[in-house]
């Protein structure tokens, strides 16, 4: 079994490059499907979660191969519609080639995604969409097959913004019969990216970062070159770490405009952040103030950070509220923290974080991507030695966190034991 071991106390100093998003990576793969030509993708991250998804793909009888972070997709000829159950159960976005199958081949079956450690998330907004678009959908033993011989444009109102059931309903509107608006839609970067994407192979998607996108359907998506976004969680949680161990590093190859409410807590928090024209400085000088975090939909702050801002605020003086108003259950790395010292209560939807002078190494456990990362960060804080348990979790999302956080001076090291 892989760990993580952090020796806490070190500065961290110097200069990280961002990777690629994964969560702009994982939907423009998914949507490769949707044309006969080959696409490339630059910046792919080496994730997990990448290899995963193109797992999906290949055992849909896609062609798939990467050379320098460029990934090259051929989906000429399609052999199956159906995903393997255990690359579903590995990863929910193997949800996300619903939608484009759906539109490419016209049926689509693939495994209820189940819930994970940060909630049950349920996928009726996915399928109530695809319904809309005339999709007949059926659900037996726990697999859900979709089928429409000519998808029908429409307008479809998300009870709740989620990201995930814009991109899908976005690439499966993207070849339909006619226009389909989507209201009260996601606003995340990556669905940006994911429009700018199917706009590239020929597509008419318009309003993406806004709560309103229009997709007007087209006979046929053309093969393309796209460069993925750089991912925002990577980079807050780089920017997080500079300032728990009260270092300065310049996070470089960000969008800063996509890091908004981070750096605004950030500043809140005490750390003095500055845009440079190669990226962004973050410098701590070790005093740390207690604030108030609420998780929202983009442009609010991100769940995808509550756990990192968590660790942080372990050690800041005062107290500190964090809702979580996205996800019903994302709560599971409070437990961890606390085996390190950490004071934390959870009360409903909200943990209240009484900051300690010092918190102690422990042996802890990842309970998935973002608590992983959190508790490396509780990790450079503490007095002594951590060890992280199931780091699987932090490399569906992190490419080579350790690596790159030795290389700014942190003692951390990967075992395998
Ligand atoms: C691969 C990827 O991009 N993952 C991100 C994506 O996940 P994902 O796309 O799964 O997240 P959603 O935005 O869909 O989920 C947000 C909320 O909506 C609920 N919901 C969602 C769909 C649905 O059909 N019904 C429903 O009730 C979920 O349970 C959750 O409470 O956005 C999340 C919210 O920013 C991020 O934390 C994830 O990192
Ligand atoms: C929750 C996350 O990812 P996923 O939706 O793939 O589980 C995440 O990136 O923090």
């Excluded at 309003?207 to 070159?225: C, D, P, S």
């Amino acid at each position: 079994m892989e760990k993580i071991i952090v020796r806490g106390g070190a500065t961290l100093r110097g200069r990280v490059a961002i990777s690629g998003a994964k969560n702009a990576v994982l939907p423009v793969i998914a949507a490769c499907l949707l044309t006969e030509e080959e696409c490339r993708i630059a910046e792919t991250p080496n994730l997990a979660d990448v290899a995963t998804i193109c797992e999906v793909l290949k055992a849909l009888g896609a062609g798939v191969s990467l050379r320098d972070r460029e990934l090259i997709i051929n989906c000429r000829e399609l052999t199956s519609h159906e995903p393997p159950y255990h690359c579903v159960r590995r990863m929910r976005a193997s949800f996300l080639v619903m939608g484009s199958l759906l539109a490419r081949t016209g049926r689509a079956k693939i495994a209820m995604p189940g819930g994970c450690a940060i909630g049950s998330r349920p996928i009726d907004l996915h399928l109530k969409g695809f319904a809309a678009l005339g999709a007949d959908i059926t659900i037996n033993h726990g697999v859900i097959e979709a089928r429409a011989q000519k998808l029908k444009g429409n307008r479809i109102y998300l009870d709740f913004p989620s990201v995930g059931a814009t991109e899908n309903l976005m690439m499966a509107a993207a070849m339909a019969r006619g226009t389909t608006v989507i209201e009260n839609a996601a606003e995340e970067p990556e669905i940006v990216d994911l429009a700018n994407f199917i706009n590239s192979m020929g597509g008419r998607i318009t309003g993406a970062g806004t709560n309103i996108i229009k997709v007007e359907g087209v006979e046929r998506l053309r093969g393309t070159f796209h460069t993925v976004i750089p991912d925002r969680i990577e980079a807050g949680t780089f920017m997080v770490a500079a300032a728990a161990t009260g270092g300065e590093v310049l996070v470089e190859n960000v969008i800063v405009d996509h890091l908004k409410p981070v750096v605004a807590k950030l500043r809140e928090i005490g750390a003095e952040i500055k845009e440079e024209p190669s990226g962004v400085r973050v410098s701590g000088n070790g005093e740390l103030r207690a604030v108030d975090v609420k998780t929202l939909p983009y442009p609010g702050f991100p769940t995808d950070m509550q756990a990192q801002i968590m660790a942080l605020l372990t050690a800041a003086r005062g107290t500190s509220v964090i809702t979580e108003t996205v996800f019903e259950n994302r709560f599971m790395h409070v437990n961890e923290l606390k085996r390190m010292g950490a004071q934390i209560t959870i009360e409903g939807h909200a943990a209240v974080v009484k900051g300690v002078d010092q918190l102690m190494g422990a042996p802890v456990k990842a309970t998935d991507l973002r608590a992983g990362a959190a508790l490396i960060i509780a990790g450079l804080m503490a007095q002594g030695e951590t060890e992280i348990g199931c780091i699987h979790h932090i490399d569906r999302g992190y490419e080579d966190i350790v690596g790159k956080l030795r290389k700014l001076g942190a003692d951390i090291e990967r075992v395998d034991n």
